[in-house]
């Protein structure tokens, strides 16, 4: 079917090419005259004003070539007609109504293959302009695409110019402390906040009422909160299941006793001088497993299935769960209409509590990526253009919006939260630092020591290695990577 703008954009050419001159007059005769010539795009007019107010005025319509317009094709994991697409483009639509000098373009990837075939069209030299699923570009130990100038760099565009909308303050500033800290890299830019994914402890609000519990902020608050749902017979702990989850249990005892930048030199051998048998990280280890001999977690924390943790937790079988925001999507099903639950942060450590701060979280973030124009490009890209449709996107108001259409979190400052997930947005709104999940030590050494990493932690969690083993088996598994 063509496309109706290309036809609106036909027409209108056609009736300029054809079009004869027009005049019409007010007749006079004046000695003297003005006159003025002003140019609009499309029109000449001829004014003449005589010294007595009479007028005669001359108007020629006139052919010309219209501006090429700068296009943003948006590349898309989601097909036009799935509700993040429709989403995506609208904004498209708007963004050529309030920005008449761009064109918007949307195309599908859909399917796994999706970003090889998006970064395969950037190497060949024709990217699209903006791609949905940025990858890492601003991660440590990547960045090689806005190195190598196949990204562009928004650095200047989010220091040094306004939010959508505003007239002063800077675009980066918008955004929340978590987002920020996943898109900026040595003084570069590599991507636009999208939406984040938050791991946080969840909380079954009405055992908590039933048992006289209070919302834990330290560790050995936790325990004790554990001990009394124990002695009622209700599993405490939750969430486990395959390794990942397990092992998100250590890293963030490892943060609490650490602190954020020690705890990034050890996953990503920055700093020889820490070592994994070093006390935090063995005392990690032995809360862990502590955690666990003591009876709080649930059957199937180790090993068991983890879709069968998440129903315990929304059926009221377990009082906790540390999982990412994007659970409620993922069960809604199962989830009682009635079931209240709370949200917050990860304990601290008695003694520890100075070493962060509690308003601390850690998880990922989807990102959109700008390319910038290749030497094969079939299209006039327009970085600016697409940077205007950044802009547009990460508004606050249609954020808002979004977030309750699409039920995500937003990186914008001051969203509110999905409905879905009551109590996020505070958690979000009281962030004071931010950790990237695992450290992202995969981004310096291959994936598969990540995986060996929680491989280790469950051979921990079943009394396999001791906490002391634990630490030694990790320095020989860095050690080989090195």
């Known amino acids: ?63 010309a070539t219209p501006a090429e317009k700068g296009v943003v094709e948006f590349a898309s994991f989601y097909p036009v007609d799935s509700p993040n697409g429709r989403e995506f483009a609208s904004l498209g639509y708007r963004l050529e109504a309030e920005h008449p000098e761009c064109d918007f373009v949307f195309s599908e990837y859909p399917g796994p293959e999706a ?30 695409d806005w190195k190598s100038g196949l990204l562009y760099d ?9 939010a959508y909308g505003q007239s002063d303050g800077s675009w980066f500033d918008t955004f929340t402390v978590s987002s920020q800290g996943q ?12 939406n984040e994914v938050v791991l946080a402890l969840f909380y079954n609000k009405a055992l908590y009422e039933q048992y006289s519990l209070t919302p834990p902020t330290t560790w050995q608050e936790l325990m004790a909160n554990s001990e009394i749902l124990k002695e009622n017979g209700i599993a405490s702990i939750g969430g486990g299941g395959f390794s990942g989850y397990v092992g998100y249990w250590y890293d963030n005892l490892v943060y609490r006793l650490m602190g954020n930048e020690k705890m990034y030199a050890l996953y990503n051998g920055t700093d020889t001088s820490l070592k994994w048998t070093d006390p935090e990280p063995v005392m990690a280890a032995q ?64 003694g520890y509590e100075d070493v962060t701060p509690y308003e601390s979280v850690t998880g990922f973030m989807n990102s959109f990526g700008i390319f910038n124009p290749g030497d094969a490009s079939t299209k006039n890209y327009s970085t600016e253009c697409a940077v205007d449709y950044m802009k547009l996107y990460t508004d606050k108001d249609v954020q808002a919006g979004l977030v309750q259409a699409l039920d995500f979190i937003s990186p914008v400052k001051g969203v509110p939260g999905p409905d879905s997930i009551p109590g996020v947005g505070d958690v979000m709104a009281g962030i004071k630092q931010w950790w990237p999940a695992n ?44």
């Open 154 to 162: 928004l650095a200047d565009d989010m220091h040094n110019s306004p």
């Open 183 to 194: 898109i900026e890299f040595d003084g570069h830019i590599g991507a636009v906040p999208a």
């Open 1 to 63: 079917m063509a496309n109706p703008r290309s036809i609106k954009r036909a027409a209108l050419l056609i009736g300029l090419a054809i079009s004869m001159p027009l005049l019409s007059f007010c007749a006079t005769a004046t000695p003297t005259a003005q006159t003025v010539t002003v140019q609009v795009p499309e029109t000449v007019v001829v004014q003449q004003t005589s010294v007595v107010e009479q007028t005669s005025v001359v108007q020629v319509v006139v052919t």
């Open 115 to 144: 970003y090889q075939t998006v970064n395969l069209r950037a190497q060949e030299g024709d990217p699209p302009s903006i791609y949905s699923g940025g990858a890492n570009a601003q991660a440590p130990g990547g960045g090689d």
């Open 439 to 482: 450290q992202a030590l995969y981004y310096r050494f291959p994936a598969e020591l990540r995986t060996k990493m929680w491989d280790n932690v469950v051979l921990l969690a079943l009394d396999e290695l001791t906490p002391e083993e634990f630490g030694a088996q990790m320095e020989a598994d860095y050690a080989s990577y090195r």
């Open 287 to 350: 809360m862990l497993v502590d955690m666990i001999h003591s009876g709080y977690a649930s059957d199937g924390f180790v090993g068991g299935d983890f879709a069968a943790n998440q129903v315990a937790f929304f059926t009221g079988q377990v009082a906790h769960l540390y999982v990412g925001t994007f659970v409620l999507g993922e069960v809604a099903d199962v989830i009682p209409p009635d079931f209240e639950f709370g949200v917050t942060y990860f304990p601290t450590v008695e």
